[in-house]
């Protein structure tokens, strides 16, 4: 395979040169992952060692793909040694190899959102805290967002700023809270998963010895989307290429849109600066979509200051325009939306699959829920309850947990009684609270109870959690000789778990029985996957690799041919034929949820419009409603500023009696007060001096139209090459050559505004000059 003849001249550069610090600047659809893939293909050919190459990425699916580009140009034999994989996958592997070094055991559990909540609820009972006050979401972010700042729970509590900002949101003891967390995860034998780039960075910063062993095992060092990446990773990957300074990222400042989860983009801008011996490469040709799509997204990204210099441009077909919709409320919205998808879908032959809607919050899903509904589409919806996530399922995973790891309180406390047994919650528990005051795990406690009954419970209590641990005892002993799947169809059987769900035969008693058949189906695949490639295919590794999978990972085939619905943030490194951009209100998008706001968040969320423009391969739509309920009241909404600020000349703008183009904020008007815009107030409808400086470029795009109306273009058959001609929409130009008969006659023009292009002349109204 001449894996090199398939790049451009931009990506062919970026992927031979590979000694270096390298910047890989990709524009959104330049073919990123081709040249990352290729790039190590290339280090592979040219002789390096694959497992000195380390190559991280944000999900599994897009390491799995990875892999399998790179095995078909250098073989599967040697592609299955890279180290390639989420950065949280890669780190788990590192730490469960040293853990010794920190003092956990191998077999640690990895806690997903929902196990660290429940923990955390639990901790602030114990504390007889207020949860209304101390709300479980919040501390769980605070929690988060220090450990993404490598803050410990001793830093955190000498921390004076960090504790200011707490008591400013009434939550003093989220200290005490947080070191609790910490003392009792590791009791249990768990991490979280920001505990995976923490104690990494701990790792490598108190034993160096373990960390140069890692540098000189890493020859080179790939990061893809580098502008996602939080200080914790960014000071990891800075740690691995020290040694040989092989680091390559990739990654697009303009969509970088994660800073609420602890993101960077200083990250990417400041690349230069960290690796002055740098070499830069730009990727910049767009393959994805449409020259309108490409082009109208460059006319808004532009206007941001904190950027890296870069012309992204498509050699695609000139496209259609971006239509935008202007709906009377936000129910006519839905309407409007589910009406072109159907229309276009028949017109067309669109398959559903095609179609997007992207807002920018979940709660703007209902409406086209209802929509979509009313019109027989099927639909299904990102960031809704994922696989894994549902009870019966990690009621099963639970039971897998604990049979690996005894000390995950939070696996037992799920199933102690599940199928019932009798252990009710007063018995869980006196078991939480002994062991609490024995410093151990509750398994540990049942365990001791033969000897010392540190619960204090009755002779008839005590045996049936004996009993529970002794049916843990003899599935772990079978664990340690069988397979994942054989393992794990003799704890969903021996448990009662499928007979228990067996028995509800109603609608959704059959979903959650047939949900466990996936899971197993699952589990079977993987025991088969592993065998065949010669890895370990116990109970263990498959929850190694369950424990970090996200919803696109575990999408099923026949839930493919749907209208995708999703946030523009679950939306990114997404690609569709048709992008709905639904919602685009001042106050909406841009949003205003966090009150203040700096003039960074706010190029935060222009660069989020970026993103969902750049979803769109065929055609995009952009609609808002002039009117929406917010808190059980009408309120009156303005158009977002991100329209006015897309070049109009890649605009399909209603008739004036749709869209008050007098209504848009001005695109040049400055973030006053640390905020979008005043908010628009509930009942009134906003008028022209709430804003300070119309938008002067659709008022003269409005008299434009109008004047558009009444151009008339010259008889087709009149058109001649060398002739001097002029387009409504793009100016004067000259005539380069006509193709075809009447009245199919084809004109390639070229326009001093506007470069070349080919048009229809029928169509096309052109007026001799």
């Excluded at 979509?372 to 894994?388: A, D, E, T």
């Excluded at 209504?663 to 409808?685: H, M, N, T, W, Y």
């Amino acid at each position: 395979m001449d894996y090199l003849n398939e790049l451009n001249e931009a990506q062919r550069s970026a992927v031979e040169n590979t000694d270096g610090p390298s910047l890989i600047i990709a524009g959104a659809g330049s073919g990123k992952t081709r040249v990352l893939t290729y790039r190590i293909a290339h280090l592979l050919k040219q002789g390096a060692r694959p497992g000195s190459i380390l190559s991280l990425t944000f999900t599994n699916k897009a390491a799995k793909e990875m892999k399998e580009r790179i095995a078909k140009v250098v073989g599967y034999n040697t592609a299955k040694y890279l180290w390639m994989g989420t950065f949280h996958s890669i780190f788990a592997r590192i730490l469960r190899t040293e853990s010794e070094a920190l003092g956990y055991p191998s077999n640690f559990t990895i806690y997903d959102a929902a196990d660290s909540k429940s923990l955390l609820k639990t901790i602030i009972k114990d504390f007889k805290l207020d949860d209304k006050t101390y709300k479980p979401n919040v501390v769980s972010s605070r929690i988060s967002a220090a450990k993404n700042s490598l803050i410990t729970p001793a830093a955190y509590a000498t921390n004076g700023q960090v504790r200011e900002y707490d008591m400013s949101i009434r939550m003093p003891r989220i200290a005490e809270i947080y070191k609790e967390y910490a003392r009792r995860c590791f009791l249990a034998g768990a991490m979280d998963f920001d505990d995976l780039l923490l104690k990494t960075n701990i790792l490598f910063r108190d034993k160096k010895d373990i960390l140069a062993k890692y540098q000189e095992r890493f020859d080179y060092v790939l990061v893809d989307e580098y502008q996602d990446t939080n200080f914790a990773q960014y000071l990891i990957v800075k740690n691995l290429a020290a040694a040989h300074k092989n680091l390559c990222v990739v990654g697009d400042d303009a969509q970088s849109i994660y800073s609420f989860r602890g993101a960077r983009i200083e990250n990417i801008l400041n690349f230069q600066k960290d690796y002055p011996e740098h070499q830069v490469y730009k990727l910049e040709q767009n393959y994805r979509s449409t020259q309108t799509i490409v082009n109208a997204a460059n006319s808004i990204i532009q206007k941001n200051k904190r950027q890296l210099p870069k012309k992204v441009f498509s050699e695609n077909a000139e496209g259609n325009l971006i239509k935008v919709f202007s709906a009377l409320t936000d129910n006519e919205e839905g309407y409007l939306v589910a009406n072109e998808i159907s229309e276009t879908r028949m017109r067309q032959h669109f398959r559903y699959e095609d179609y997007a809607i992207l807002y920018r919050t979940n709660a703007q899903s209902r409406i086209f829920e209802e929509a979509l509904r009313k019109r027989n589409i099927p639909y299904k919806i990102y960031g809704g309850l994922s696989f894994y996530q549902r009870k019966e399922i990690k009621d099963l995973l639970s039971y897998f947990r604990l049979v690996i790891n005894t000390k995950d309180n939070e696996a037992l406390k799920r199933i102690i009684n599940y199928p019932a047994r009798g252990i009710g919650a007063t018995t869980l528990s006196k078991l939480e609270q002994a062991a609490i005051a024995v410093g151990c795990s509750i398994f540990e406690i049942i365990v001791q109870s033969g000897t010392t009954n540190h619960a204090e419970l009755n002779k008839g209590t005590l045996s049936k959690v004996q009993q529970f641990a002794g049916i843990i005892k003899q599935f772990q002993e079978k664990a340690e000789i069988s397979d994942a799947y054989e393992m794990a169809s003799e704890i969903a059987t021996q448990t009662s778990i499928l007979k228990d769900l067996y028995k509800d035969q109603t609608p959704e008693g059959l979903s959650r029985f047939e949900n466990i058949q996936e899971l197993l189906n699952g589990i079977q695949e993987f025991s088969i996957n592993a065998r065949e490639e010669g890895q370990p295919n116990q109970l263990a590794n498959y929850m190694e690799d369950v424990a970090l999978l996200t919803d696109q990972d575990s999408e099923k085939e026949e839930d493919r041919d749907k209208v995708t619905m999703m946030t523009v943030h679950s939306a990114k490194g997404l690609e569709f034929k048709n992008v709905f951009i639904v919602g685009v209100e001042e106050n909406l998008f841009p949003s205003s949820q966090f009150g203040n706001v700096t003039a960074e968040a706010f190029e935060e969320e222009r660069r989020l419009f970026y993103v969902a423009l750049t979803r769109a391969e065929e055609n995009a739509y952009i609609s808002f409603a002039k009117q929406r309920y917010r808190w059980g009241k009408l309120d009156y909404c303005n158009p977002s500023r991100f329209i006015s600020e897309v070049d109009e000349i890649f605009l399909d703008i209603p008739d004036e009696s749709d869209f008050d183009f007098d209504e848009l904020p001005s695109p040049d008007k400055a973030v006053q007060k640390q905020s979008f815009s005043k908010p628009s107030i509930a009942g009134r409808r906003p008028s022209t001096s709430d804003q300070p400086g119309l938008n002067q470029k659709l008022v003269q795009l409005r008299q434009a139209k109008k004047k558009a109306q009444n151009f008339d273009g010259d008889d087709p058959r009149d058109i001649q090459t060398g002739m001097m001609v002029e387009h409504q929409r793009f100016g004067k130009g000259k005539v380069l050559q006509i193709e075809g008969s009447f009245p199919n006659l084809k004109a390639n023009v070229f326009f001093q505004n506007a470069g070349q292009k080919q048009l229809l002349l029928k169509f096309a109204k052109l007026k001799i000059v």
